[in-house]
Antibody
Framework: QVQMVESGGGVVQPGRSLRLSCAAS????????MHWVRQAPGKGLEWLAV????????YYADSVKGRFTISRDNSKNMLYLQMNSLRGEDTAVYYC?????????????WGQGTRVTVSS | EIVLTQSPATLSLSPGERATLSCRAS??????LAWYQQKPGQAPRLLIY???NRATGIPARFSGSGSGTDFTLTISSLEPEDVAVYYC??????????FGGGTKVEIK
């Protein structure tokens, strides 16, 4: 079955960097766009970024543009989120999600998330 | 950026009752609206896409309607396992994809 497992979260000091990973299985990873979405404690969902199936196209929310980078390795069925210059407001659970299909840009299948806490 | 406003913030109903959740967009988004369910401690799950299409495996008691700026998610007969926060999301004008603030559904 379709599965995404995020890892790499933890406690990090403001201004530092962290890289999140998402291991995908149960589907043809190289055929799907992939998203990152986050949820701050007690808050709603915030879409962060999407990458095309082949890695050639990336799109970001303004809140993370220039600080976060989405990437993928189709040979390893892995999705990544490089997060630099972290701030307190980046504290959240970070989810990776498979896009529904090329003509439907919706995060359709979600991992269980990894928690990131930015604190000194 | 398109803003989605959900109402009510909380809905408290008895089992078997009909639940009606609203999502209003700040500008027309045609039918490019999805609904998600997030149960406590779990990841979100896609329920409805393009306003009225149920995603794979979603029970028939969930239905969506609307177009333009006003959308509705209906749970025809509320079950205890439907306790969750429900979010709408638009894909008409992206990036960014945007979500509403959520409606919490409780059982009386």
């Amino acid at each position: 079955q379709v599965q995404m497992v995020e890892s790499g979260g933890g406690v990090v000091q403001p201004g530092r960097s962290l890289r999140l990973s998402c291991a995908a299985s149960g589907f043809a990873f190289s055929g799907y766009g992939m998203h990152w979405v986050r949820q701050a404690p007690g808050k709603g969902l915030e879409w962060l970024a999407v990458i095309s199936y082949d890695g050639r196209n990336e799109y970001y929310a303004d809140s993370v543009k220039g600080r976060f980078t989405i990437s993928r390795d189709n040979s390893k069925n892995m999705l990544y989120l490089q997060m630099n210059s972290l701030r307190g407001e980046d504290t959240a659970v970070y989810y990776c999600a498979r896009n529904q299909r090329p003509t439907l840009i919706n995060p359709a299948d979600w991992g269980q998330g990894t928690r990131v806490t930015v604190s000194s | 950026e398109i803003v989605l406003t959900q109402s009510p913030a909380t809905l408290s109903l008895s089992p078997g009752e009909r639940a009606t959740l609203s999502c209003r967009a700040s500008q027309s988004i045609s039918n490019y609206l999805a609904w998600y369910q997030q149960k406590p401690g779990q990841a979100p799950r896609l329920l409805i896409y393009d306003a009225s299409n149920r995603a794979t495996g979603i029970p028939a008691r969930f239905s969506g309607s609307g177009s333009g700026t006003d959308f509705t998610l209906t749970i025809s007969s509320l079950e205890p396992e439907d306790v969750a926060v429900y979010y709408c999301q638009q894909r008409k004008d992206w990036p960014p994809l945007t979500f509403g603030g959520g409606t919490k559904v409780e059982i009386k």
